[in-house]
């Protein structure tokens, strides 16, 4: 069949859903991204092809499309992406970045569209590993609420044991009881294993110990194989034509097989607006140089397993192990005697001290002791393999005792990823960019943790464009990446930069405008302070004055967006008795919780105002009168402290390249038009935004940022 017949009818499709769909409204919008999506996954070509035989190479097709809120664009993709996978006998892989989106695509969107779809399909939702419990550790906790405490036996890492050492008494017969109320619901089918479908999804800390991981897994030799979530999950994506997944997930498992290849299915990313950050964070990576004793714990387990399987590779173990601590501990006192003054001097209010390697060049004295440790981790890594391999075939051959070899796979598993993150991080801490190139990112930290104190070293590329060019794109056939916000101050080119597509021939890009009339619908209030907003005290004070008389006018629901915590405790300390009933403080309540008693309080008639920082900006759908007034506390400018930014600004200063007008301003507009994107989430809203910071008004990059806003009435505020 010919691209152009398999477009037609992937649209053909997709006018069929919207015809069908009940009280349907007639979108151009819609129907121009979905005729695109259709276009560009027609003309990818899919699977592998044979270039020394004559064939072809193979066509890459990817559409960046920026679809304005109420354009409807999970239709306007699924529809004619679904059609075009099963009539090309392919699969849809959907990387989202929130868990909302994951949700609203699997419970809502996927169900209503394959009940109007003529064509049956299949739909599955992927999550990494550790969202879901291993059904042997919390059996094994099940009964203690601890590990068992032979040493050779406990998988806790010492920071947990500490922590396990100073807990309560009464906290931990709790936990007890949670981990068995958790296998018996398990057991008996009440529950399915995953993380978020329990009533109460637990803290971090109590959910890590049963949590299950591939360096610990065993698979089909685990004793509960046949019992397993995380494996009954993965046969349902075997069977799906669709798959809900995320960027995470998306970008850990390149290469590993637990996503269809990207070479063979149509790529959808939604909210792709955050695809660079989670790429720096994603190929970014951290060591302790300080907590090392589980060193000689690993060492001491592989050299026991290995003698019991007959493994050779065993005999350098203790020469790597001695070799790894010693450096370890040179390497902190290094850093100490270099930037302990710098780290020391720094106040300890908002997280651990912190100070960057300028240029991300090194002090000589760093240099030998990390290419040591380089080299060593590197020698156990390969006995651990050795062992690994041999406990593989161990298993194979005595299916009989594949609880005890599972149980020992796992205790090399639960460290050996730690080792595995040394290496890497001192290979990119050595890795010396040419004259021109690029550098790392490269930093230490020191905190206090108890009677501890504890440095790290860590290293993150600091081009997001370039790590996804070479690790994501040199896979990808067919994509759509899709948000409301991947133009920047009007262009698509800063975001073509940091997603790597930036002069790449395969790459269209789409502006689709929202269908809402904003001129109408609301207004955008610059409500100057006669302070400048880098004086950040007095700044604050003004501003916190102004939204308190702003604020007290709010008849139904207002979302209040803060730069800063310190920024939002002063708001929250200058509140009168009789509005503090009326605000609802993030981090006060779960966000769950403190959403429904928003909603709650707005359908009785009563005001309720929700103060917030970045993580309620976006995101967030509270149409009509959930959210009548947006206010904006300060630009959003990214935070000025964080090292890969600043190591970003250094070097293209260094190239002659301006990191304000490059990087902060096209950021800043990309992270103002979400905030601004609250306002007005259906055709019937009418909404105020307020902004408080001049700097929006008064500056040739703020008339910069307003080109990245939708067409709102703007009205100018004196100070009051």
Not at 72 to 88: D, E, N, Q
Not at 323 to 339: E, F, K, N, P, S
Request: hydrophobic letters at 45%.
């Amino acid at each position: 069949m010919s691209q152009q017949v398999w477009a037609a009818q992937a649209l053909e499709s997709f006018d069929a859903v919207v015809q069908a769909t009940e009280g349907f409204r007639s979108r151009a919008g819609q129907r121009l991204m979905a005729q695109q999506v259709a276009r560009t996954f027609s003309s990818a070509t899919l699977g592998k092809v044979d270039e020394e035989s004559g064939e072809a190479a193979p066509t890459r097709s990817i559409a960046v499309i920026q679809a304005g809120t109420g354009v409807g664009k999970s239709l306007a993709y699924c529809a004619p992406a679904i059609a075009l996978a099963l009539a090309r006998g392919t699969r849809v892989l959907i990387s989202t970045a929130t868990v909302a989106l994951q949700e609203q695509l699997v419970n809502k969107d996927l169900p209503a569209l394959a009940a109007l779809m003529p064509q049956p399909f299949k739909f599955a939702l992927a999550k990494g590993r550790g969202r879901y419990v291993c059904k042997l550790k919390l059996d094994r906790l099940a009964g203690t609420g601890e590990a068992e405490e032979e040493a050779d036996d406990d998988l806790f890492a010492e920071e947990e044991a500490a922590a396990r050492a100073k807990r309560p008494r009464h906290e931990t017969e709790a936990r007890i009881q949670f981990y068995s109320t958790m296998a018996q619901t398990l057991s008996k089918g009440a529950w399915d294993g995953d993380r978020d479908s329990l009533d109460t999804p637990p803290e971090p800390e109590v959910w890590s110990p049963v949590a299950a991981e591939g360096a610990s897994c065993t698979g089909k030799h685990c004793p509960a194989f046949s019992q397993c979530t995380y494996y009954d999950k993965r046969k349902e994506l075997v069977g799906a034509q669709v798959i809900v997944a995320n960027h995470d997930l998306l970008l850990s498992s390149l290469g590993a097989r637990v996503l269809p290849e990207l070479d063979n299915c149509l790529l959808v990313l939604d909210e792709a607006h955050h695809l660079p950050s989670t790429a720096l964070d994603q190929f970014a990576c951290s060591m302790d140089l300080s907590r090392i004793t589980w060193i000689e714990r690993l060492a001491s387990r592989g050299l026991r397993i290995g003698a019991l399987l007959e493994v050779e590779e065993i005999a350098d173990i203790p020469k790597h192990s001695a070799q790894l601590r010693q450096t370890l501990q040179d390497l902190a006192r290094i850093v100490m005697d270099v930037y302990g003054a710098q780290l020391k001097s720094q106040p300890s209010a908002w997280g651990p001290a912190r100070v960057r390697v300028p240029r991300g060049e090194l002090p000589e004295q760093l240099i030998a002791p990390l290419g040591l440790l380089a080299a060593s981790a590197e020698g156990f890594l390969d006995a651990l393999r050795a062992i690994s391999k041999a406990l593989r075939a161990e298993m194979r051959d005595k299916p009989d005792e594949a609880k005890r070899l599972s149980t020992l796979y796992a205790q090399i598993g639960m460290l050996a990823p730690r080792l595995e993150e040394l290496h890497a991080t001192a290979q990119l801490l050595l890795q010396d960019a040419p004259e021109g190139a690029v550098p790392a990112a490269k930093w230490f930290t020191l905190e206090v943790d108890g009677d501890f104190i504890v440095v790290k070293a860590h290293a993150s590329p600091i081009l997001p464009g370039t790590t996804l060019r070479n690790h994501l794109w040199s896979a990808v056939r067919g994509a759509v990446l899709t948000s409301a916000t991947l133009t920047s101050c009007g262009h698509f080119d800063f975001f073509l930069r940091e997603a790597g597509l930036h002069g790449d021939e395969a790459t269209t890009t789409l502006e689709v405008p929202s269908p809402f009339n904003y001129a109408a619908q609301g207004t955008l209030i610059a409500a100057e302070t006669r302070a400048d907003p880098k004086n950040a005290a007095q700044f604050t004070t003004e501003m916190v004055d102004a939204l308190l008389h702003d604020i007290a006018r709010v008849e139904y629901g207002a979302l209040v967006l803060f730069t800063s915590r310190e920024q939002m405790r002063q708001a929250v300390d200058a509140l009168p008795t009789a509005m503090r009933s009326v605000v609802l403080v993030q981090n006060a309540l779960p966000r769950t919780q403190l959403l429904c008693r928003h909603r709650e309080r707005v359908e009785n008639g009563e005001p309720s105002v929700i103060f917030g920082m970045q993580s309620f900006g976006e995101g967030l759908d509270l149409p009509g009168r959930l959210c009548e007034s947006v206010f904006i506390t300060k630009l959003p400018f990214a935070p000025p402290d964080d090292p890969v930014g600043e190591a970003r600004a250094e070097w293209l200063r260094a190239v002659g390249r301006d990191p304000f007008s490059e990087l902060v301003v096209p950021a800043t507009a990309i992270r103002l038009a979400q905030w601004v994107g609250r306002a007005i989430r259906t055709e019937e809203d009418m909404a105020h935004v307020y902004c408080y910071d001049k700097r929006l008004t008064r500056t040739s990059y703020g008339q910069r940022l307003l080109k990245g806003l939708p067409p709102f009435a703007l009205e100018q505020r004196a100070p009051l």
